[in-house]
Each structure stands twice: as C-alpha cells, then as structure tokens.
Nanobody
Framework: QVQLVETGGGLVQPGGSLRLSCAAS????????MAWYRRAPGKQREWVATISPTGRPSYLDSVKGRFTISRDAAKNTVYLQMVSLMPEDTAIYYC?????????WGQGTQVTVSS
C-alpha cells in the first residue's frame, strides 16, 4: 500500500523557518516527481513545489526564494525547507506525486504562521 507521511509542521512567528519532511513508499518515490501541496483555510489545495527524480526543482511564484524542495533517495524522503514564513503560508501541507497526485493522500502537517 502506498504511504505518504508528512511531519515537521508547527506554529511559527512571521519571518520564522520550518522544515517539512515526507516519507514515501519506495515504489512511488524512486521514479516519480515528488511535490508539496498546501490547503489554506477556506481555500482549495494548491501546488507549492516539485522536484524531479534527478533533483530539478520548480516552485509556485509566491514561494520562490523562500522555499527549497529537496529529496533523499536513500531515505525515500522529500523535504521542504521554508524560511521567511508569512501568515499567508498558513495551511496544511501535503506531499504527493506530480503532476498527477495519487488518490490516497497523507494526513498532512499543519503550518501556522502567526504572532
């Protein structure tokens, strides 16, 4: 069974930093683009960043220069390093494949940016 487990969220003040982690099943990790998505309160889920199997990243314009996506093949894990966080980054963050997410999403990890 495919599993996606996101961790690392929390409450942080504006300007703060967090690093999210997502552990994925080997079967889906090795040959897939892996991505982070987020769902803010009252909004639809949106794509945030993608990293290819070869490590090529792409980002939503509003997070460019602040977020960095990376992957560790040995650990089947994808990361999202977030700095200079803003209140509008508050959301539940999920990882999944890209551009076609798997049907089964993980539980996500809550990121709250507030003073």
């Amino acid at each position: 069974q495919v599993q996606l487990v996101e961790t690392g969220g929390g409450l942080v003040q504006p300007g703060g930093s967090l690093r999210l982690s997502c552990a994925a099943s080997t079967r889906i990790f090795n040959n897939s683009n892996m991505a982070w998505y987020r769902r803010a309160p009252g909004k639809q889920r949106e794509w945030v960043a993608t990293i290819s199997p070869t490590g090529r990243p792409s980002y939503l314009d509003s997070v460019k220069g602040r977020f960095t996506i990376s992957r560790d093949a040995a650990k089947n894990t994808v990361y999202l390093q977030m700095v200079s966080l803003m209140p509008e980054d508050t959301a539940i963050y999920y990882c999944n494949t890209s551009p076609f997410p798997l049907e089964n999403w993980g539980q996500g990890t809550q990121v709250t940016v507030s003073s």
